[in-house]
């Protein structure tokens, strides 16, 4: 059965202490793997898209990397403003645009 | 450039009642996509419309409908209301309807009394 699955559903980082979320998948076929910022009550954010293992994205304190099972979101030395949850999404073979989604990972970073 | 929009921002309808919400895309971008956020969980994809034709549908009851116009806006209308369906629609925009990034819109936060 195709999975999408984050870890750890929450995560408390004092500022500037440096960490990984997990996004590991089952899905036959992938054709992409979406990594989305959503802070409460509003739309995700995007960030990143990844299509082959072995690629790396950046952008300022977030990195993400894919594997053949699973992609991390690395965040080095977060800020108070990078508090939010953070979504993996796929996209399969044969199913068009449809996005599958993780249940998130909660990040609350502590001045 | 503006981004995707949603209306209304905000709903409260009671059981049985149907409502319509509405999504514009970027501009440029002909594809649209419909998902329901529910509190402390993933998007779970509803409807993906292409060119006005619908190119995907999510595991969701017939109560869920959806069209795209000519000017590639789009209706998400459920009848029907049940408690369960209380959520956060989220519609998405992409270029087309193959392997390009969503862009999502702020939702529309549905309340069933």
């Known amino acids: 059965e195709d999975q999408v699955t984050q870890s750890p559903e929450a995560l408390r980082l004092q500022e500037g202490e440096s960490s990984s979320l997990n996004c590991s998948y089952t899905?036959?076929?992938?054709?992409?793997l979406f990594w989305y910022r959503q802070d409460p009550g509003k739309g995700p954010e995007f960030l990143f898209t990844?299509?082959?293992a072995g690629e790396e994205k950046e952008k300022e304190r977030l990195k993400a990397t894919l594997t053949k099972k699973e992609s991390f979101l690395h965040i080095t030395a977060p800020k108070p403003e990078d508090s939010a949850t953070y979504l993996c999404?796929?996209?399969?073979?044969?199913?068009?645009?449809?996005?599958?989604f993780g249940t998130g990972t909660s990040l609350t970073v502590i001045p | 450039d503006a981004g995707v929009t949603q209306s209304p921002t905000h709903l409260i309808k009671t059981r049985g009642q149907h409502v319509t919400l509405r999504c514009s895309p970027i501009?440029?971008?002909?594809?649209v996509s419909w998902y329901q956020q529910v509190l402390g969980q993933g998007p779970q994809f509803i409807f993906q419309y292409y060119e006005k034709e619908e190119r995907g549908r999510g595991n969701f009851p017939d109560r869920f409908s959806a069209r795209q116009f000519p000017n590639y806006s789009s209706e998400l209308n459920v009848n029907a209301l049940l408690l369960g369906d209380s959520a956060l629609y989220l519609c998405?925009?992409?270029?087309?309807?193959?392997?390009?990034?969503?862009?999502f819109g702020p939702g529309t936060r549905l309340t069933v009394l």
């Open positions: 990844l299509y082959s």
């Open positions: 899905v036959s076929g992938l054709r992409g």
């Open positions: 999404a796929v996209r399969k073979e044969n199913t068009g645009n449809q996005f599958y």
């Open positions: 998405a925009s992409s270029i087309s309807d193959r392997r390009d990034t969503q862009y």
């Open positions: 501009s440029g971008h002909k594809s």
